[in-house]
């Protein structure tokens, strides 16, 4: 280990303004002496900082050991500040004045303050709710929220008027711009949608300034995600619609492969993108490397559309001996090819002069007479127009006269 030790010189890159800095350390070195190297260079606090490697976030710990890595000259180190959790509400006072807080809690007036949505409480008389308005604003910190509410606050006394009373004696306080409050909780989505779109548009103009270097994509993917709590599934399918409505295959690509890494959006769509991408940019070796690992991990449940894909992709090389080896595939799976493949095994067939083949297919698979297209969600039935249908009815009754 000993012989094996030498000095390096890597790049430090902090997400902001600041400017990439060098430093000189030792290789292999430990996680945690790394760390502190790079805090005392850059003045940054040691138990916040996130280092990123070559795509990865190291840590300082390998299970029960220290973990150790080895740098090379020229390595780029991304280096993030996380942010200070936040500071618990601490109370003043004694368990009493908590315990005295309680009832104000839970009186419905509170609602104006519109932030905190509270179940309705049922009472027999108005004067009880007005009492426990005067004692609200008597209480030390709720004087100083009135001092910002306090138009609310008013309103609020001047509406204890205007109460709702039920046929069984129960009177309800009902609120003057929204009526009666709801008795029951507020039930909200755990994955929020909000504000994906921006994200997914700043994820793809990320993407678009960089080099093919593998390192500095990923290295850059991982501080656009690095203060996220959950991987941004949703952010980055976008991104990729977005990256495959303006035909950047080799983005895509790269996203795709660097979410792979992550084990985050191993779906049948996203193999399907990449797969598409890569016949898309000419890369024909990777993707029958990759069609022949997704086919034999799901052999019996793989979608018709990646046979068609295939199909296609060999149909545009002219290479008819691989277009046999996928239709015979699919036969031997019970999988119904569609008219398109129908017409390239047609047409291929017919150019090679094998046209007992062609007329054997043509019978097995006759076009189809009826389709289903969806509209508005809904699946509908169509017949299938065919411009040759006519000619051949026409020559089928005069044969029959």
């Known amino acids: 280990m000993a012989g094996d030790q030498r000095d390096v010189e890597i790049t430090l890159k902090t997400i902001g303004p600041a400017r990439p800095t060098s430093i000189r350390v030792s290789s292999p070195i430990k996680v945690c002496d790394l760390r502190r190297l790079v805090a005392a260079a850059r003045r940054l606090p040691a138990d916040r900082l996130k280092l990123v490697l070559r795509g990865k976030t190291l840590h300082d710990k390998n299970g029960n050991e220290d973990a150790l890595i080895r740098l ?14 936040p500071a618990e509400h601490l109370h003043e006072g004694s368990d009493d004045e908590e315990e005295e807080l309680v009832p104000c809690h839970s009186v419905p007036v509170l609602g104006m303050l519109g932030t905190h949505q509270h179940d309705s409480i049922l009472c027999t008389d108005a004067e ?60 909200w989505k755990s994955r929020k949608r909000i504000g994906t779109i921006s994200k997914s548009q700043k994820l793809v103009e990320c993407v678009k300034g960089l080099s093919n270097v593998k390192e500095e994509v990923y290295g850059a993917l991982d501080s656009f995600i690095a203060w996220d709590l959950e991987f941004p599934l949703i952010a980055v399918k976008k991104a990729l619609k977005t990256l495959e409505i303006e035909k950047e295959w080799k983005r895509i690509i790269q996203v795709i492969k660097w979410m792979f890494s992550k084990g985050q959006g191993k ?35 793989l979608p018709r559309v990646f046979f068609m894909k295939m199909i296609t992709l060999y149909y545009n090389r002219g290479m008819h001996e691989k277009m046999f080896e996928i239709f015979a595939d699919m036969e031997e799976l019970g999988i119904r090819p569609d008219g398109s493949i129908v017409r390239m095994l047609g047409d291929v067939f017919q150019k090679l002069g094998m046209m007992d083949k ?22 509908v039935r169509i017949r299938v127009y065919r411009p040759d249908r006519s000619k051949e009815e026409a020559c089928t009754s005069l044969d029959n006269k």
């Not at 180190?77 to 942010?83: E, G």
């Not at 991408?277 to 029958?288: I, K, Q, S, T, Y």
């Open 72 to 85: 090379e000259d020229g390595d780029s180190l991304m280096v993030a500040v996380m942010p200070k959790p």
């Open 128 to 187: 009880k709710i007005e009492s426990a308005v005067v004692f609200f604003t008597s209480h030390s910190w709720a004087r100083m929220l009135s001092l910002r509410y306090s138009p609310s606050l008013m309103a609020g006394r001047s509406e204890l008027n205007n109460v709702s009373q039920k046929p069984n004696g129960i009177v309800v306080p009902v609120c003057g711009a929204r009526g009666p409050r709801p008795r029951f909780p507020r039930v």
């Open 267 to 301: 779906t049948m769509g996203s193999y399907y993108t990449l797969l598409n991408a890569l016949a898309e940019d000419g890369r024909l070796e990777e993707a029958e490397e990759l069609y022949m690992k997704i086919f034999s991990q799901y052999l019996e449940s």
């Open 358 to 379: 062609h007329d054997k297919l043509k019978k097995k698979y006759p076009p189809p007479t009826w389709e289903y297209r969806y509209i508005k969600g809904k699946r």
